[in-house]
């Protein structure tokens, strides 16, 4: 018999990146939209860690069932992590993408092209009834650009270059975006911890 885990999201596209992992483990993935549409879960952590876990354990213990949820966002060194937990509301609670990089444009105008090292982070946390949450971190490292390129991703990938594939994050194809990015990164841990997290 399947057993149900929720993904904190209302985000089909994001739940299908744990089917794979979890169905194989007897799990059905549902989200929020099948099981509290209503509920939203105020992020008032620090850190991207105490953010997904604050959202995990309320709705864990809320629905008494297994919960993965996710924070993620940006950090750039030269901002000193900013706009790190921020990152979706950084220019305004409108969470507009545009006004978000402006922004950041805005306040690296004088930095030089050595010294926008960034990252986008992701942090994963696993909660459930009568188990210790269990938290994973990914990254994806590149640098801020100074211009606008590509049509794909959302957020920040526009102005997000990796190095080692010479595009920007918005340049990548779904696929090419899976395999190195942040959230990628983390669902491959979780995966690989899965078999302790789970007995």
Do not use: W
């Amino acid at each position: 018999m399947m057993k149900n885990i929720i993904v904190a999201t209302k985000n089909k596209g994001k739940a299908k990146d744990f089917e794979a992992i979890f169905h194989p483990y007897g799990f059905n993935v549902l989200t929020l939209h099948d099981v509290a549409s209503d509920m939203e879960i105020e992020e008032t952590g620090s850190t991207f860690e105490e953010n997904a876990i604050l959202k995990a354990e309320a709705l864990a213990e809320r629905l008494q069932m297994f919960v993965i949820a996710d924070d993620s966002g940006l950090a750039i060194d030269a901002l000193n992590g900013a706009p790190g937990v921020y990152s979706a509301r950084y220019a305004g609670e409108d969470k507009s993408d545009e006004a978000n990089i402006d922004k950041v444009l805005e306040e690296l105008s004088e930095v030089e092209d050595t010294n926008r090292t960034a990252r986008f982070c992701c942090a994963l946390a696993l909660a459930g009834p009568s188990m210790d949450t269990k938290t994973v971190f990914g990254t994806c490292e590149g640098t801020i650009s100074r211009i606008k390129k590509g049509m794909n991703g959302f957020g920040y990938d526009p102005i997000f270059f990796i190095p080692a594939l010479g595009k920007m994050m918005a340049e990548l194809t779904p696929e090419e975006k899976s395999a190195i990015s942040h959230r990628g990164n983390a669902i491959k841990k979780i995966e690989a911890e899965l078999p302790h997290f789970l007995t």
